[in-house]
């Protein structure tokens, strides 16, 4: 099945514990990128990757890293996380020539105490 | 501010009528609109596209109008069902020559169909 797997789904951590959320594809997507959710706020990129070792901030980049070593795998860093990076984050992935059919996944919700 | 917007938050429509959301934007640059749809407890996902010089488009059960005039653009369900209680989300898409893909989404409309 066709999809893009985030990990984990929920996660409760520290103020400055570094995390990792992971983000994997099987469409062999050479896009991919992450949101975060936010009441009110609606999805706002926080970075994307046009291709392996190609990647690029987003609306809103800070306090945030990744890397894009496989084609598959996109994960998000967060090297110290604080209260205002308690979000709804999501992956997605599509291919170039059809950028506008994004697939997501299910979603990661952190919340930072 | 974000230039895609949203008319109304919330819709709420009877099993078998209509639906019409509504979305505004100020980007005239814009290249295609989108909408989504985000279910509970899920991510969002692809409905229909419109490219910008077109002003109709037609899916299976949805069609999504562009009226560049007024930059408005409308998504219209037939005879919805419960299953498309979700929220829904415009989204515009700027070709800038491959430099980034980013769709700029709206707030979103919670849709609630009742049966």
């Known amino acids: 099945e066709a999809q893009v797997t985030q990990n984990p789904r929920y996660l409760i951590t520290v103020t400055g514990k570094k995390l990792t959320v992971t983000c994997s594809q099987n469409?062999?997507?050479?896009?991919m990128s992450w949101y975060r959710q936010d009441p009110g706020l609606g999805l706002r990129q926080i970075y994307y990757?046009?291709?392996?070792?190609?990647?690029d901030k987003g609306d809103v980049p800070e306090g945030y890293k990744v890397s894009r070593k496989e084609k598959r795998n996109f994960p998000l860093i967060l090297e110290s996380p604080s209260p205002n990076q308690t979000s709804l984050y999501f992956c997605?992935?599509?291919?170039?020539?059809?950028?506008?059919?994004?697939?997501f996944g299910a979603g990661t919700r952190l919340s930072v105490l | 501010g974000e230039s895609v917007g949203l008319h109304l938050p919330t819709l709420s429509v009877q099993e078998g009528d209509n639906s019409i959301i509504n979305c505004a934007y100020s980007n005239s640059a814009s290249d295609y609109f989108i909408w989504y749809k985000q279910e509970s407890g899920k991510g969002p996902q692809f409905i229909i596209d419109?490219?910008?010089?077109?002003d109709k488009r037609q899916g299976q059960r949805v069609t999504v109008l562009l009226n560049k005039t007024v930059k408005h653009l409308s998504l219209q369900i037939a005879a919805t069902q419960p299953g498309d209680s979700a929220v829904y989300f415009c989204?515009?898409?700027?070709?800038?020559?491959?430099?980034?893909?980013?769709?700029?989404f709206g707030k979103g409309t919670l849709l609630t169909v009742n049966p």
């Open positions: 989204a515009e898409n700027i070709d800038s020559g491959g430099s980034n893909y980013k769709l700029t």
């Open positions: 997605a992935s599509s291919l170039l020539g059809a950028k506008n059919i994004q697939y």
């Open positions: 469409m062999n997507h050479e896009y």
């Open positions: 990757s046009m291709n392996v070792e190609v990647t």
């Open positions: 419109i490219r910008s010089n077109m």
